[in-house]
């Protein structure tokens, strides 16, 4: 593919995942910046805080008391934003179908990474976070099996720029009974490639990036991390499984570690990147909990960091990208390069 034609002009790409288009302007980086800069997020955090609501033994803003809890840890959201089982209810404005409004029932719980208030996914060990691997495959599978719940979407947002509300390592996982927009439109075109090719769109992807290597950031021998030719993020990257597998809970022993590995990898890439403790939204998009197979489906994650070119410029989805499309300025293959050139030693331990 001769994408050195294009390198230096602007052009668009296509996301064969989502179907749209995001503009790619690799001419913009020199640009004068005086926009807004943000404090570097502060590293140095106690590993126990007693105001820490997410701490082993803390009173929750609920008022519900933490355990004692020593490896991963779950609970239901104290201020969840679905309620279970509600009963099924929908409101139409008639025939033109302009206004539809449906009761939406799920299940919303928190997942806390470790008990220590200081340490990041980059920072854990890979028993730790193998730890929070096996959580996320529990609730997956036992959210899933509930009749009322089609999908299970596991998240992280990391760093007050993404408006995570807490510095302890911990995430999330909204279950719910409708697939939700990303995973729908991920859906329609992993199957409809499927129908066409007779093979999966995300093993195909991953056969051309691998046989590339030019988006490649690091791999191991079960997951890939890529920079994806259509990266909306400056530093988006996508966490493939080198195995055609629907979801996190059919992962085996080997596989868990090596997702353990990569994830421990990429993350503390990102940190050093800009040394800091990286801000990003990340999350695994895998087989909706419906009644279908799916095998369609290809376990992956998505990482969305906002940064652009320091821990304090971010890059801001406004105008144009609220308005029309996607856009961003360094190319997804010098964004992999920057990444790739990092070192898998997390910043705070080099001397
Ligand atoms: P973030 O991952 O965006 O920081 O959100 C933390 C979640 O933790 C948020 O959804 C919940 C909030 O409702 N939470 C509790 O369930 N209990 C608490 O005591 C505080 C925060
Ligand atoms: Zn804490």
Redesign the pocket.
């Known amino acids: 593919m001769e994408l050195n034609k294009l390198q230096s002009k602007s052009h668009r790409r296509y996301n064969p995942l989502t179907r749209d288009w995001i503009l790619v302007s690799p001419n913009r980086t020199d640009r004068p910046w005086q926009g807004q800069t943000e404090k570097p997020a502060q590293l140095s955090s106690p590993a126990y805080d007693p105001g820490c609501?997410l701490c082993p033994g803390n009173l929750?803003?609920?008022g519900m008391r933490n355990p004692q809890y020593s490896s991963a840890y779950v609970f239901d959201?104290?201020?969840a934003a679905l309620q279970p089982d509600l009963p099924s209810l929908t409101v139409e404005d008639g025939s033109k179908n302009l206004l539809i409004a449906n009761a939406e029932s799920g299940i919303?719980r928190?997942l806390c990474f470790s008990p220590r208030h200081d340490l990041t996914l980059a920072q854990m060990a890979l028993d730790e976070i193998s730890a929070v691997i096996d959580v996320w495959a529990e609730q997956y599978r036992s959210l899933g099996d509930l009749a009322s719940i089609n999908h299970v979407q596991i998240f992280e947002?990391r760093g007050a720029m993404m408006?995570?509300?807490?510095s302890h390592p911990?995430?999330?996982i909204w279950a719910t009974q409708t697939i939700p927009n990303e995973p729908r439109k991920e859906q329609a075109s992993l199957e409809d490639y499927w129908r066409e090719h007779r093979s999966c769109l995300l093993c195909d992807y991953s056969a051309l990036e691998l046989a590339s290597g030019e988006r490649v950031v690091c791999q191991n021998d079960f997951f890939l991390a890529v920079v994806p030719f259509w990266a909306t993020w400056p530093f988006e990257t996508l966490l493939l499984s080198k195995r055609h597998l629907t979801d996190i809970d059919t992962l085996d022993a080997s596989e868990r570690a090596a997702l353990a590995d990569i994830l421990k990898r990429l993350t503390t890439r990102y940190d050093n990147l800009f040394q800091t403790s990286f801000p990003y939204s990340m999350g695994f998009h895998q087989r909706p909990t419906d009644v279908g197979e799916h095998s369609e489906w290809h376990f992956h994650g998505h990482f969305f960091p906002p940064l652009l070119r320091s821990a304090t410029v971010r890059k801001f989805m406004v105008g144009f990208e609220l308005l029309a499309s996607p856009q961003r300025d360094i190319s997804p293959e010098l964004a992999a390069e920057r990444l790739r050139e990092m070192p898998e030693q997390h910043y705070s331990l080099q001397i």
């Open positions: 609501y929750r803003a609920g959201n104290d201020f919303c928190v947002n408006g995570c509300s807490n911990h995430g999330q």
